[in-house]
């Protein structure tokens, strides 16, 4: 397990930062609803500034690449199997069955993707293809079955406007496409105030996911555990194989670049997915324990894939 340590590595500021809101949730020194106040400025300022500049600085071109369709398969297929499950096995709502679908193949690509990829490729330029799909394709999808539950029908055309992720998103999107057509980038204010308030996003979402954790009950009912076992079994496992198999056989990718979407395929669930569900009220609990075991499980299948498919 050569890998191991690199792994490590990137996995630390992750349990580590976890670990301090479990503390600090523990202490109540922010009080009884910090993690839910915390959580909505990940959701309404910190993500969305996030959003705009990394997608503002990606050329919307990336993502048209064979690679992108191998793992675009993988998330797919985990995606469906994840709405499935919560559907068929579990009788959950349509809400929750799209924080289960998202549990099982929303992958963590940016604060854990990046190096991941650096310790394992040396090379991080796959996160933001990856990004993009998530952000511009698979988000938007997820947050109007979202808030259309939640506002109604009839909100669903103000969506855009009112959520703060999609606006900034297609406004990145736009930024974009201009900068492509004209050559012309954001202020360097802009992008170094967006950079500030961005960067305060996945500390934030870890610090309230790690206090949520202190109001976890005790035991989880056997039908939840059951269901988290299932989310985190196709997030790690069976999205990089339908990303391998896709690669492999389907669209014959070279060893490097098989490499690489394999590895994106099963990093582990973001914690962005944790972030949607308490600001919708959906699955909140699924998203929680999804995010934890499945980065957990992650540390030792990221090192398979690496041993599997690295350079020997």
């Known amino acids: 397990m050569a890998t191991l340590h690199p792994l490590l590595t990137a996995f630390a500021p992750i349990w580590a930062l976890t670990a301090v809101g479990y503390l600090v949730g523990r202490s109540g020194l922010l009080g009884p609803h910090a993690d839910t106040v915390l959580n909505r400025f990940v959701f309404h300022v910190a993500m969305p500034a996030a959003l705009f500049v990394m997608i503002a600085r990606t050329p919307l071109n990336r993502f048209a690449n064979p690679a992108m369709l191998a793992f ?3 998330t797919a297929a985990a995606t469906a199997l994840g709405l499935l499950a919560a ?8 809400g929750e069955r799209m924080i289960g679908g998202m549990a099982a193949g929303y992958v963590n690509s940016a604060n854990l993707g990046i190096p991941v990829a650096v310790q394992v490729l040396g090379d991080a330029s796959f996160v ?20 259309g539950r939640r506002a109604g029908r009839r909100a669903l055309l103000s969506l ?16 974009s496409a201009v900068t492509s057509a004209t050559g012309w980038h954001l202020p360097a204010e802009v992008n170094r105030s967006c950079d500030l308030l961005g ?4 500390p934030t979402a870890l610090v309230a996911l ?38 492999a056989f389907l669209l014959h990718l070279p060893p490097h670049q098989l490499l690489t979407v394999v590895l994106f395929s099963a990093l582990p669930t973001a914690q962005n997915v944790f972030v949607y569900a308490r600001e919708y009220g ?31």
């Open 72 to 74: 675009v398969t993988g």
């Open 87 to 94: 559907h068929r096995l579990f009788g959950r709502p349509p």
């Open 128 to 147: 933001a293809p990856v990004v993009l799909f998530q952000s511009l394709l698979v988000t938007p999808a997820v947050l109007t079955v979202l808030d």
């Open 160 to 175: 855009p406007l009112r959520n703060p992720v999609l606006l900034a998103a297609a406004l990145g999107a736009v930024v």
């Open 199 to 202: 960067g305060a996003g996945v």
């Open 210 to 247: 790690g206090m949520s954790l202190h109001h976890r009950p005790a035991a989880a009912a056997p039908a939840r555990s059951a269901e988290v076992g299932v989310a985190v079994v196709v997030k790690t496992l069976v999205q990089p194989l339908a990303a391998f198999t896709a690669g």
């Open 282 to 312: 959906q699955g909140a609990a699924l998203a929680r324990d999804s995010v934890l075991w499945s980065t957990l499980v992650s540390m030792a299948t990221l090192s398979a894939v690496s041993w599997a498919l690295g350079p020997s």
